[in-house]
């Protein structure tokens, strides 16, 4: 099968991983590894990253935003209101409106706080902005965020930062089955295998950020991903075989000396 290109609110982009621009040790670090990523978005926490202020190191500096989408995020919200007034700030910043909606419950566990994203969805939805929802893996929640207005679904594969991979395949392909948005796995990939199995479940696209950031050696993991991504979407493509309980012959008994 001839795969399309990712496409999120009718812009198509050639990479299906997305990279985050947090837990660096340095900028020129984080730029390096999203020039081997091969990425063409990047996420950016507008309350924790410097785009602004000149007379710091700006983000801006290394990574330029006329050849690398940047994705505003929440990062830091646990409320509607706080999130929404975050992305107000982005889009007189830099006049984006293409960005992820993160609303989070508590500060200890980082999931999301589904009342306030569902809230905050529909309230940015109406202003004009297209909202890729960070959300848990709920199937019905998921096709809430889709009817609000959310132009791409994101679930977590495991808690932030946690590394632990893909804990509910079932729940994923029931969103993959019920939705036409593009479906980005984001937050918990560990490795690059977590990245491939997401795109073999018939996802669009892996959102990373630790996994890469805080690797021993980032520059190496953000290629790794890179190359973990396409192979996993080539799989999908492919069609797998059907599983089998039993062994099966890789040659016919036929002709048999």
Same mark, same amino acid.
């Given at each position: 099968m001839v795969?399309k290109? *990712? ?7 050639? $990479?299906?991983?997305i990279v985050g621009t947090?837990k660096?040790r ?5 730029a390096?590894a999203?020039?081997? $990523?091969g ?7 507008v309350?924790?990253?410097n ?7 700006r #983000?801006m500096?290394y990574?330029?935003p006329k050849?690398?989408?940047y *994705?505003p ?9 706080d999130?929404?007034?975050t #992305?107000?700030?982005a889009?007189e ?6 960005v ?7 500060k200890?566990? #980082?999931?999301p706080?589904m009342?306030?994203t569902?809230r $905050?969805?529909?309230? *940015?939805?109406?202003e004009g902005f297209k909202?890729?929802?960070?959300c848990?893996?709920d ?5 809430r *965020?889709?009817?609000?207005?959310a132009?791409a ?9 946690s590394?632990?991979?893909i804990?509910?395949k079932v ?20 490795q690059?295998s977590d990245?491939?199995i ?6 669009d696209?892996? #959102? ?14 953000a290629?790794?991903m ?9 799989s ?5 075989i ?5 062994? $099966?012959r890789?040659?016919?008994?036929k002709g048999?000396i």
């Open positions: 795969d290109k *990712l496409k999120i609110a009718n812009k198509n982009f050639k $990479s299906r991983l947090g660096y340095s900028f020129r670090e984080c390096n999203i020039k081997f $990523s990425a063409d978005i990047v996420t950016v926490a309350r924790r990253v785009i602004s202020d000149k007379n710091k190191a #983000l500096d990574i330029d050849k690398i989408t *994705l995020n929440t990062a830091g919200c646990f409320n509607a209101e999130a929404i007034r #992305l107000r700030l889009r910043i830099g006049g984006w409106k293409l992820k909606l993160e609303v989070l419950g508590d200890k566990n #980082l999931f706080e009342i306030e569902l $905050s969805t529909e309230l *940015l939805t109406k909202v890729m929802v960070y848990n893996d199937p019905l929640m998921a096709k *965020l889709e009817n609000a207005g132009v679904i994101m679930p977590l594969a495991a808690p932030i930062g590394g632990l991979g804990q509910n729940n994923i392909k029931i969103i993959r089955q019920q939705t036409k948005l593009p479906l980005i796995i984001d937050a918990g990939i560990g690059a990245a491939s997401a795109m073999e479940l018939g996802c696209g892996v #959102l990373i950020n630790t996994a890469i950031a805080k690797a021993k050696n980032p520059v190496q993991m290629e790794a890179k190359f973990a991504v396409i192979s996993g979407r080539k999908f493509l492919s069609g797998r059907n599983p089998n309980l039993f062994g $099966s890789s040659t016919a008994n048999i």
